[in-house]
């Protein structure tokens, strides 16, 4: 009798694939043994046949790849939080589940957002590229030298609200900040879940905006953390920068294309904002040196680097092993998104 099929498309952190490959009298395991993204030639000569398909935020999950799969498919297990990759109509009318990580990244993200905020605040990126010039010995020091806003009575905009918004939150009280507003798909409405019991026990107000405009034009930083939809690309553009106040930051710790990114760099120019943190950014990795946005002092960019824990990416590997392996027997996941 034949094995039941696997495809896994990316070399996985050693404890996951100890646990794949404990599977192997089970399953004939097909895996791309590589840190590099797999070529997608390979991905779909090799996926004909599987019943389950282990991917990576870099791989395609579309009608392509599921028509060369076939009728066994039963499962896509997704080494990632967000699941834009993948067209979930595509897998809903054929019955196939979908499996992702999205509890495993909240701490790495939250803390991330914390430092980009601060790197943009404070001029981190500015201040460090004048010391890699050799620029310091000529900077003597002045009053105003390299000063920004401080954290401190600042107003904190979430645009998406979810865990990862409010574990955020629950980083930045410490800090002293005055107030927290979100803006979630439903404007105006208090958010359904409180994660970690920050609007139960609230020590400050935290209150959700009636709009995109009251969120630009009422904070000091623009935490944009919601999922990449239609209705979300561009959200932050040309009308929502000339609304934030000329001494407030955004940072971008979700998708890339949330924010425009010409309407950004056209904001940082003409001083409509004063900083930009970035985890993210349209047109990733694809970022070349002569790219305008860094060209811009005040914009630290950073390339994806989120979940990047040791801690973190073993759970996300784990986890998605734990996914595939679920799907293929029926049993409840780990995480799995409702399509």
């Given at each position: 009798?034949?094995k ?6 990316r070399?996985l ?5 100890k646990i794949l ?17 797999c ?20 791989d395609?999950?579309?009608e392509?790849?599921?028509?060369a799969a076939?009728?066994?498919l039963?499962?896509?297990?997704s080494f990632?939080?967000?699941t ?11 019955n196939?589940?979908l499996?992702?990580?999205?509890t495993?990244?909240t ?5 991330l ?10 001029r981190?990126?500015?201040?460090m590229a ?8 000529q900077m003597?020091?002045?009053p ?10 600042a ?10 918004a409010?574990?955020?939150l ?8 005055k107030r ?5 798909s439903?404007p105006?409405?208090p958010?359904k ?8 026990s609230?020590s ?5 905006a ?6 630009a ?5 623009v935490?944009v ?16 920068f000339?609304?934030m106040?000329?001494?407030a930051?955004v940072?971008?710790?979700a998708?890339g294309?949330?924010?425009d990114?010409?309407?950004?760099v ?14 993210v ?6 970022i070349?040196?002569d790219?305008p946005?860094?060209?811009?002092p005040?914009?630290?960019?950073v390339?994806?680097?989120?979940s990047?824990t ?10 998605s ?6 799907g293929l ?6 995480n799995?998104?409702?399509?």
């Open positions: 009798m034949a039941t099929k696997v495809v896994v498309t070399q952190i050693d404890e996951a694939q490959d404990e599977k192997k009298n089970d399953l004939e395991i097909v895996q791309w043994n590589s840190e590099k993204p070529d997608r030639s390979w991905l779909l000569e090799n996926a004909k046949g599987a019943t389950g398909i282990l991917v990576m935020l870099s395609q999950v579309n392509e790849l599921l028509e076939g009728d066994e039963k499962v896509i297990a990632s939080v967000g834009d990759h993948v067209e979930r109509d595509a897998l809903k009318k054929r196939i589940r499996g992702y990580t999205p495993c990244l701490d790495a993200v939250a803390d957002t914390i430092m980009l905020i601060l790197m943009a605040q404070r981190g990126g500015e201040s004048m010391v890699n010039k050799g620029e310091w010995p003597p020091w002045h105003l030298l390299m000063t920004g806003p401080q954290i401190r009575g107003t904190v905009g979430f645009l998406g609200f979810g865990r990862i409010q574990a955020s629950q980083r930045l009280l410490p800090f002293g900040i927290a507003i979100y803006l979630t439903k105006g409405q958010v879940e409180d994660h970690f019991g920050l609007i139960k609230a400050i107000p935290i209150e959700p009636k709009s995109a405009d009251e969120l034009s009422e904070s000091d930083v935490i953390g919601c999922s990449l939809t239609p209705s979300t690309k561009h959200l932050v553009g040309a009308d929502f000339k609304k106040k000329k001494l930051v940072v971008n710790i998708r294309p949330v924010i990114t010409d309407a950004l056209k904001a940082l120019d003409e001083g409509q904002i004063f900083g930009a943190g970035l985890d950014i349209e047109n990733e990795p694809n070349q040196a790219h946005i860094l060209k811009q005040r914009c630290v960019l390339p994806h680097i989120g990047a040791i801690e973190t990416r073993e759970q996300m590997a784990t986890e092993v734990k996914n595939l392996l679920a027997t029926g049993k409840a996941m780990v799995e998104l409702d399509l």
